[in-house]
């Protein structure tokens, strides 16, 4: 049996002199509405419990919420949000939410995050109304006052490395599923993958922000890897980052489980764990961890390929080193992106502009960077060129290559490739070759 966690004497005298108690529904039909992001109160001390059973609940051996209370809420914007109770209540409180409708999908459900209080976390849309369930834990249950808070959540800030995490609730989900909606998330203009850790201090802090326990991360086991072995070979992060650094429960990677082959790498969190890893099958996911650090970002520029110089004689790398000269237009082309750098996604766009009219034009790729001159401007891709059918450029000087370029390309998970545009440029030019190039991106890709 758990024994009841202290209340601070501060919010004790808040929490049960206030007058404002004898709030939350007895019936999820009758569900209280409540509104915004703020503190908001729940007295289930003479409730009963109508809530059913979910294996999402699933905690300590027993399924249910008892002496459950029930508020509806609508999701003010879209985003991460977050409901707890810690340090708000005496009561052994279990929070679970609904997408909606008491017969609907548990979306989240937690008994003990802060001592024997409750923290859950989703990802809400806009303007959809939430159910959320405010109980205790079953055995022996007990009552009483208290209040929740329902907040927004955001990334967090690791200062050590730079990066930003954030966990995510997702029941059910698969680590594939997982590793491309975290591709599609981005934070402050960095774009998402699934967390990859690297060394003690980066692991801890992931677990230090919240409820870890059955989350994706993004190690895989690559079965096509030459040190591929069951259980122990093969194991990689999606970035292409040595996998030196491990956190394994002991007996663990063991490939062994009831969704047969346990191929990807989940984090384990509690009594029984501590705070370890484990290699899963997809059997029994809550969600995942997301690692804001630009890795998978569409495109990250690297150089100027017909530069900023106006008129520059032939050969001249102009006042900024490695810069070209400008075409006939009187600017110089540039390349961007749009969409994700996941390879299963391949919806990357590539966008030319400040192109001549009507001029064909190129896209061309190479595994590495460099810095020559060619043409009126400075080729700045390398390696193994490969290069995509040309087209003409628009009235505007626009063109777009994509998406279904990974199809083509047939680039690999934490490979890093370098795109720029070669176009006609016949109508002017310094050195006379009447071809000129755009500014460059690279890309890493992910899974």
């Given at each position: 049996?758990?024994?009841?966690?202290?209340?601070?004497?501060?919010?004790?005298?808040l929490v049960l002199g206030s007058s404002a108690f004898g709030q939350g529904a007895d019936l999820c039909a009758n569900a209280q509405?409540?509104?915004?992001?703020?503190?908001?109160?729940?007295?289930?001390?003479?409730?009963?419990?109508?809530?059913?059973?979910?294996p999402l609940c699933l905690e300590f051996g027993d399924d249910t919420v008892q002496l459950d209370v029930w508020f509806t809420w609508m999701a003010p914007t879209s985003g991460t949000f977050v409901v707890d109770t810690c340090g708000q209540t005496t009561v052994d409180t279990k929070i679970g939410i609904y997408d909606?409708?008491?017969?609907?999908?548990?979306?989240?459900?937690?008994?003990?995050?802060?001592?024997?209080?409750?923290?859950?976390?989703?990802?809400?849309?806009?303007?959809?109304v939430y159910l959320?369930?405010?109980?205790?834990?079953?055995?022996?249950?007990?009552?009483?006052?208290?209040?929740?808070?329902?907040?927004?959540?955001?990334?967090?800030?690791n200062p050590v490395n730079g990066s930003y995490y954030q966990i995510i609730d997702a029941p059910g989900i698969t680590w594939a599923q997982a590793m491309l909606d975290a591709s599609n998330m981005t934070y402050q203009g960095l774009t998402g993958h699934l967390a990859t850790i690297t060394d003690q201090q980066e692991n801890d802090f992931i677990f230090n922000i919240g409820?870890?326990?059955?989350?994706?991360?993004?190690?895989?086991?690559?079965?096509?890897?030459?040190?591929?072995?069951?259980?122990?070979?093969?194991?990689?992060?999606?970035?292409?980052?040595?996998f030196t650094y491990t956190n394994w429960w002991p007996g663990e990677p063991n490939d062994t489980g009831p969704a047969g082959a346990e191929d990807y790498l989940e984090l384990l969190e509690g009594a029984q764990f501590g705070t370890s890893w484990n290699d899963t099958g997809n059997d029994h996911a809550h969600g995942y961890v997301v690692e804001f650090d630009g890795f998978g970002t569409p495109g990250t520029p690297f150089c100027l390929g017909d530069g900023t110089d106006v008129g520059c004689p032939c050969g001249n790398f102009g006042p900024g080193a490695g810069e070209g000269c400008l075409n006939?237009?009187?600017?110089?082309?540039?390349?961007?992106?749009?969409?994700?750098?996941?390879?299963?996604?391949?919806?990357?766009?590539?966008?030319?502009?400040?192109?001549?009219a009507n001029k064909p034009t190129l896209?061309?790729?190479?595994?590495?960077?460099?810095?020559?001159?060619?043409?009126?401007?400075?080729?700045?891709?390398?390696?193994?060129?490969?290069r995509y059918p040309v087209q003409l450029s628009s009235a505007t000087g626009t063109g777009a290559w994509g998406p279904g370029l990974q199809a083509v390309g047939g680039y690999n998970s934490g490979e890093t490739r370098y795109f720029q545009l070669w176009y006609r440029?016949?109508?002017?030019?310094?050195?006379?070759?009447?071809?000129?190039?755009s500014s460059g991106l690279s890309v890493t890709f992910v899974p």
């Open positions: 049996m758990k024994a009841l966690s202290p209340l601070s004497p501060v919010l004790a005298a509405p409540v509104a915004g992001l703020g503190v908001f109160n729940f007295d289930n001390s003479a409730a009963s419990t109508d809530g059913l059973p979910d909606g409708s008491c017969a609907g999908t548990v979306l989240a459900c937690n008994d003990d995050t802060c001592n024997f209080q409750s923290e859950v976390s989703w990802q809400g849309v806009a303007g959809q959320i369930r405010v109980g205790c834990y079953p055995i022996n249950p007990v009552g009483g006052t208290g209040t929740f808070t329902i907040s927004e959540d955001a990334p967090v800030l409820d870890a326990h059955y989350r994706y991360i993004g190690g895989f086991q690559n079965l096509a890897s030459p040190s591929y072995v069951e259980p122990t070979g093969g194991w990689e992060w999606i970035t292409g980052e040595p006939s237009s009187g600017q110089g082309a540039t390349l961007t992106s749009s969409g994700s750098a996941s390879i299963a996604s391949d919806d990357m766009v590539f966008d030319g502009a400040g192109l001549p896209l061309f790729t190479g595994n590495a960077s460099t810095s020559a001159l060619l043409g009126d401007g400075v080729r700045c891709v390398g390696g193994q060129i490969q440029d016949p109508t002017a030019g310094p050195c006379g070759t009447g071809f000129n190039l």
